[in-house]
């Protein structure tokens, strides 16, 4: 998939963000790795977090969990929770809020999306499994942390 130097300068500054704020909200210096070969290759970070600016979420109430992409000539390809890297953690949100979840229990929400009643939507370049927000919130067992910004 195509991305403009725009585009990757707002995930690079997400991600810079979200790096400060783990840093100041919970003392982790997280190892993030910039390089499409080494995020291929290990992972988003070292430290096994990825992030992802979910630009939509306060307008729809959703969190966009990514499961595939479309990638080159095969139609689409595993990603996201489904990647296999090093990630445990994902770190996804806005600008105001973010959740921290495991990848793993994130994997199980997706793979039962059906038994939740989230619903599964497809684009030109992405598959994804819609989680409402609410959800997370209503069930804590789910969410390591709930990650306030306003006053960031």
Known sequence: MYMSGEQ????????DFITIQLHKQLGWSLNQLASK????????????????NDKKMAETGNLYIEIGEHHYQEQ???SGVYRDDNTILWCIGDF?????LVKKQLKYLCDNYQKYGFKKIQTDN????????????????????KLDFKEA
Do not use: M, R, W
């Open 76 to 78: 689409f390809v595993k």
């Open 96 to 100: 105001n809020t973010a959740y921290l």
């Open 126 to 145: 992405s598959i994804g499994i819609l989680i409402p927000s609410s959800f997370l919130d209503a069930h804590d067992l789910y969410v390591i942390k």
């Open 37 to 52: 070969k080494y995020n291929i290759e290990v992972g988003e970070s070292l430290s096994g977090i990825e992030i992802k």
């Open 8 to 15: 990757l300068e707002d995930i690079l500054i997400y991600q």
